[in-house]
Nanobody, 126 residues
Framework: QLQLVESGGGLVQPGGSLRLSCAAS????????IGWFRQAPGKEREGVSCISSGGGITYYADSVKGRFTISRDNANYTVYLHMNTLKPEDTAVYYC???????????????????WGQGTQVTVSS
């Protein structure tokens, strides 16, 4: 059974950095495009970043371009989200998600993802 588990969230001051991890189990990560989404209190879940199955294509929301970097280590079944220059508005629960098998390209649309992790809280505050 396909399973995703996020980790690495926490409390960080504005301007700080965090690295989120998305560990996959139950499937071969190589075949799946993986996305990161976030949901702040009272807001819709929004796409943050996506990486294609081979890692050659990445997408970013405008709000995080230049600050966040997505990467993947298929051999270790993990996708990362490196977050720099964090702002209070980045505070949210962050989720990773996998597109259905054979859909290897990227999108930031929530509806295009089939499997989700439970999320990890990121709080940016002084």
């Amino acid at each position: 059974q396909l399973q995703l588990v996020e980790s690495g969230g926490g409390l960080v001051q504005p301007g700080g950095s965090l690295r989120l991890s998305c560990a996959a189990s139950g499937f071969t990560l190589d075949y799946y495009a993986i996305g990161w989404f976030r949901q702040a209190p009272g807001k819709e879940r929004e796409g943050v970043s996506c990486i294609s199955s081979g890692g050659g294509i990445t997408y970013y929301a405008d709000s995080v371009k230049g600050r966040f970097t997505i990467s993947r280590d298929n051999a270790n079944y993990t996708v990362y989200l490196h977050m720099n220059t964090l702002k209070p508005e980045d505070t949210a629960v962050y989720y990773c998600a996998a597109r259905p098998l054979l859909f290897r390209l990227c999108t930031l649309s929530r509806a295009d993802f089939a499997s989700w992790g439970q999320g990890t809280q990121v709080t940016v505050s002084s």
